[in-house]
């Protein structure tokens, strides 16, 4: 259904406005830009939300591209916007929320831009709006070389982060530096997404500590990163783990205050929402691989360790040599059947 708003909209104004030979080229200019913004949506209550924009015919002065277009009896979005919410009216309420963005998952600038409703792909920080206040503020940091580098004091916990600058002038009143500081005091998560190429991984909720200043005049934040089981917001399957294993690792390196915090430990854990996704594997590869393993394990050789209860076959695990996750192929050339203890092995054992 998504396809197909987008498809409406193209159709109805993106598209003659784009071929019209009689439309000037900085107008087409501006009709790709915005053509672009639509063609990035996920949800049709997001193409919605940024056609209210233009609901109401512009006032002289702000009234170019509309003009323009309807000069030569085009359509534009002020025109569009009751069709479409006649057209779509069942799914007007379908719109990105802030659970939608889910702790180690990736996203485009695309996606932050639109939540944001700024749709500029270009900024750094973003304030996400709420009623009547601020819910949420989402930064895009480049941890890269740069006159101003962005890098983890510590690791995954601490953040240095720099403040946004105008022609090279910081300033903590500037509008969202201003919310990043006050942030803590209102209770405002601050979504930290580590930007890699044209990929934003959502690395955490974090929080403001404090910000310094060079002698060159520049300024950066510290972010806090904030315990996963102390945000509301669900993560992803990997990143659960990957925490977990870190704290595990803190905890084997403290001996003294392990103990000391086991005394005072609850019994029974809390519940936290971590949400999976998985391939559509092939069932016949994984039977094939099976039946040519005949219970062996194809790593170290033992026979299988015990027999399953479903069917009394031979208890092996499939495993891909390159994971699907990387680009292997679901293939029984790129499958082996291992015993549990072998398939550990080939996730967590030292690389040779």
Request: with cysteine; glycine share 4%; hydrophobic share 35%.
């Amino acid at each position: 259904m998504i396809n197909e708003a987008i498809d409406f909209v193209l159709y109805e104004v993106h598209n003659p406005a784009l071929m019209h030979p009689d439309l000037d080229k900085s107008i087409k200019n501006k009709v790709q830009r915005s053509k672009n913004v639509i063609k990035q949506m996920k949800k049709i209550g997001d193409i919605y939300n940024y056609l209210r924009k233009f609901s109401e015919v512009p006032i002289a002065g702000e009234r170019l591209v509309y003009d323009e277009l309807k000069k030569i009896g085009l359509k534009t979005y002020e025109d569009l916007y009751t069709e479409f919410q006649h057209k779509f009216n069942n799914h007007l309420d379908e719109i990105t929320t802030l659970s939608d963005f889910i702790l180690g998952k990736q996203y485009s600038s695309w996606d932050i831009a639109i939540f944001s409703k700024t749709y500029d792909v270009q900024s750094g920080i973003y304030k996400i709006p709420g009623n009547p206040n601020i819910k949420a503020i989402f930064i895009k940091a480049t941890l890269e070389n740069g006159k101003y580098k962005n890098e983890w004091l510590v690791h995954n916990e601490l953040l240095k982060y720099y403040f946004y600058s105008l022609k090279g002038k910081f300033s903590p009143e500037y509008e969202v530096n201003k919310s990043i500081i006050s942030s803590k005091e209102k209770n405002i998560p601050i979504y930290v997404f580590i930007k890699e190429g044209t990929i934003c991984t959502l690395t955490g909720i974090f929080e403001y500590v404090t910000y310094k200043v060079e002698q060159d005049k520049s300024m950066w934040f510290t972010l806090r990163k904030v315990d996963i089981y102390n945000v509301d917001n669900p993560v992803n399957e990997i990143e659960y783990e990957s925490d977990f294993s870190h704290k595990v690792n803190k905890s084997l390196s403290d001996k003294a205050g392990r103990k000391q915090r086991l005394k005072n430990a609850p019994k029974t854990p809390e519940i936290i929402k971590v949400v999976t996704t998985n391939f559509k594997r092939n069932p016949d590869v994984v039977a094939e691989v099976l039946e040519r393993a005949n219970g062996v394990c194809e790593f170290c050789g033992n026979n299988a360790p015990f027999f399953r209860a479903s069917n009394g076959t031979p208890y092996l695990e499939v495993h891909h040599v390159i994971p699907l996750a990387l680009g292997g192929e679901d293939t029984i050339e790129n499958a082996v059947a291992l015993c549990p203890n072998c398939h550990r092995e080939a996730h967590f054992g030292i690389k040779n």
